[in-house]
């Protein structure tokens, strides 16, 4: 059994590169040299700016591969990449989500007030809370059990929530969906 490969023109097999070509894997030569401040050196062999970036305790990074001669900057890589992955983490910030809380008409209470604690947890980190009152069988005939569970459910969590979507029965099951309060609009 042969593995295929992904082979380049000249049969030789491609490498993936992610990120800046840094030191020795930089091959054009010359270069045009930026120091660690930004100051111009000019055109430079690579050789010569590969010793000058040893002897600041630097990388050598390549800036911009496509122009002639490539730019290449004088840098510590290792800081460069740790910056760049705060920034991207700091940007991205907290994705809201949904979190879902199931019970039943005859749940009891020390129960009810469990799911309570969760849900209101779930409220403080910012997502969105999903109540579902799950009927089975006869429970049908009763809504208005379920209907009392969640209205209790939704008095409890009024301090940290505000209704998004007030309840309503859906097939074999009632929901209301609560969002923080204080994000999005003003409540």
Do not use: W
């Amino acid at each position: 059994m042969t593995i295929p490969q992904n082979n380049n023109q000249n049969g030789r097999p491609q490498v993936e590169r992610t990120g800046p070509r840094i030191n020795e894997q930089i091959r054009f030569s010359p270069i045009r040299l930026i120091g660690a401040e930004g100051e111009q050196y000019g055109i430079v062999p690579t050789s010569q700016a590969l010793e000058m970036a040893r002897e600041a305790g630097l990388d050598l990074v390549e800036v911009a591969g496509k122009e002639r001669p490539p730019v290449c900057k004088l840098m510590d890589y290792g800081k460069f990449r740790y910056e760049q992955s705060r920034k991207s983490a700091k940007a991205k910030g907290h994705q809201q989500k949904l979190k879902e809380i199931r019970v039943r008409p005859k749940t009891g209470e020390h129960d009810i007030q469990t799911k309570v604690n969760q849900a209101r947890q779930f409220l403080q980190h910012h997502d969105k809370v999903l109540i579902n009152v799950m009927f089975r069988g006869r429970e049908m005939q009763h809504i208005e059990e379920g209907k009392k569970t969640i209205d209790h459910i939704l008095e409890l969590l009024a301090d940290v929530a505000k209704i998004e979507k007030p309840p309503a029965l859906e097939g074999k099951k009632m929901t209301a969906l609560l969002a923080p309060k204080g994000t999005g609009k003003s409540s």
